[in-house]
């Protein structure tokens, strides 16, 4: 039985290289300026990426992740305060917990787990921020699009 990743994998092979998309999370305390988040990702990949603020990670819903999935995006990316050093005190170990679960019904439903990115960083080490997404976003190349889109997501029949 084939599963969605080995289908994900064979496609590696026939597809010619693409630039992700991402839909980017960020905490607005540690990480204010879209445009210095817009410099973290490869030039070609910010220029198809779409950008959100949040007041705090604890604000990002698994919801918002699916959503982005299905309007057709590769992968989503949630940059917020380290640990220990949320505004709100407590708002990352929450994110921390939603979106690991995330990830492992992501990995249960077929769809590449490295797709989804959450990264606790300190806005002055500019080096480690860029080395995370990169390795984000190259994984993401070498799996390919997201194939599912729309399709991942169906309405319950009634
Ligand atoms: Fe930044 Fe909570 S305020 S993660």
Redesign the pocket.
């Known amino acids: 039985m084939t599963t969605h990743i080995e289908a994900e994998d064979e496609l590696v092979l026939k597809r010619q290289p693409f630039v992700p998309s991402l839909a980017v999370f960020h905490?607005?305390?540690?990480l204010p300026e879209t445009d210095l988040v817009r410099s973290f990702l490869p030039p070609e990949v910010a220029e198809c990426s779409t950008f959100i603020t949040l007041?705090?990670?604890?604000r990002m819903e698994a919801e918002f992740a699916i959503k982005a999935f299905s309007e057709g995006f590769d992968g989503v990316l949630v940059l917020?305060?380290e640990i220990g050093?949320?505004?709100?005190r407590t708002?990352?170990h929450q994110?921390v917990k939603r979106l690991a679960l995330l990830k492992k019904m992501m990995s249960l439903c077929g769809v590449y787990p490295a797709r989804l990115g959450f990264f606790?960083i300190s806005p002055y080490d500019e080096d480690a921020i860029r080395k995370n997404v990169g390795s984000m976003v190259h994984g993401i190349s070498s799996v390919g699009p997201f194939k599912y889109g729309k399709t991942w997501i169906r309405p319950r029949p009634r």
């Open positions: 905490c607005r305390w540690c007041n705090c990670t604890a917020g305060c050093e949320c505004h709100f708002g990352n994110a606790w």
